[in-house]
C-alpha cells in the first residue's frame, strides 16, 4: 500500500527552527515528486513546492521561495520541509502529497499524508 | 504567475440538487486542472484531473468540464457525503508549478 507518513505535530517558539518529515513507503521513492501544502487555520490550500527525490530537484512557490527549505534523504525515503527562524504566521497545517499515478511527472496529488500540525507562538 | 479564481465562494444547496462550482485561470492552462473534496481535519482527496478526467474510485456523480481558462466541477446530485470544499488546481510545466483555487464550501441550505 502506497503510504506518506508525517512527523507529528509541532510546538515551537518565534524564531526557532523546525524541520518536519515525511516518509514514503509502498513505492519507489525516487521516482516521484513529492509536494508540500500549508493550509492556514481555517483557510485554503497554498502549494508551497517540490522535489524530485531522484535528482533533488526543487522548485518553490514564488511565495515560499526563501522562506522555507524542501529537502530529502533518498536513503530512508524521506522528505523534509525545514524553517529556520519560525513565525507566527508559520502555524498552520502542513501536507505531503505525490501523484502515484504518473512517475516522474506531477499534475495532481493523487496521495495524501495525514498532515503535520505546526504550532508558533510566543 | 498563474492565478486561479474559484466561484461562488460559498454554495448552500440540498441533497438531490444538481451543483456547479467554476474555476477561472489567468491565463490559459490547455486541460491541466485537478479538483479535490476537503472534509473538516482531513487531507484533500483527488477528484478529477486533466479537468475532466474522473479519479478512480470517485463517484461518477462528479464530472468536470472545460479548457483553456475555465472550469467546472458539477455534481449531479448532492448527497449528504458531498458537503465538502472543493478546491481547483491548475499545474504548468514552465515553469513547473502549481496553483489552488481559493476553494468553495458547499453546505446545506
Known amino acids: 500500500e502506497v503510504q506518506l507518513v508525517q512527523s507529528g505535530a509541532e510546538v515551537k517558539k518565534p524564531g526557532e527552527s523546525l524541520k518536519i518529515s515525511c516518509k514514503g513507503s509502498?513505492?519507489?521513492?525516487?521516482?516521484?515528486?513529492i509536494g508540500w501544502v500549508r493550509q492556514m487555520p481555517g483557510k485554503g490550500l497554498e502549494w508551497m513546492g517540490i522535489?524530485?527525490?531522484?535528482?533533488?530537484?526543487?522548485r518553490y512557490s514564488p511565495s515560499f521561495e526563501g522562506q522555507v527549505t524542501i529537502s530529502d534523504d533518498r536513503s530512508i525515503s524521506t522528505a523534509y520541509l525545514q524553517w529556520s527562524s519560525l513565525k507566527a504566521s508559520d502555524t498552520a497545517m502542513y501536507y505531503c502529497a505525490i501523484r502515484i499515478a504518473t512517475p516522474g511527472r506531477i499534475d495532481a496529488f493523487d496521495i495524501w499524508g495525514q498532515g503535520t500540525m505546526v504550532t508558533v507562538s510566543s | 504567475e498563474i492565478q486561479m479564481t474559484q466561484s461562488p465562494s460559498t454554495l448552500s444547496a440540498s441533497v438531490g440538487d444538481r451543483v456547479t462550482i467554476t474555476c477561472r485561470a489567468s491565463q490559459t492552462i490547455s486541460s491541466w486542472l485537478a479538483w479535490y473534496q476537503q472534509k473538516p481535519g482531513k487531507a484533500p482527496k483527488l477528484l478529477i484531473y486533466?479537468?475532466?478526467t474522473l479519479e478512480g474510485g470517485v463517484t461518477s456523480r462528479f464530472s468536470g468540464t472545460g479548457s483553456g481558462t475555465e472550469f467546472f466541477l458539477t455534481i449531479s446530485s448532492l448527497q449528504p457525503d458531498d458537503f465538502a470544499t472543493y478546491y481547483c488546481?491548475?499545474?504548468?510545466?514552465?515553469?513547473?508549478?502549481?496553483?489552488f483555487g481559493p476553494g468553495t464550501k458547499v453546505d446545506i441550505k
Open positions: 509502498g513505492y519507489t521513492f525516487t521516482n516521484y515528486w
Open positions: 522535489i524530485y527525490p531522484g535528482d533533488s530537484d526543487t
Open positions: 488546481q491548475q499545474y504548468s510545466n514552465n515553469p513547473r508549478r502549481l496553483t
Open positions: 486533466k479537468a475532466s
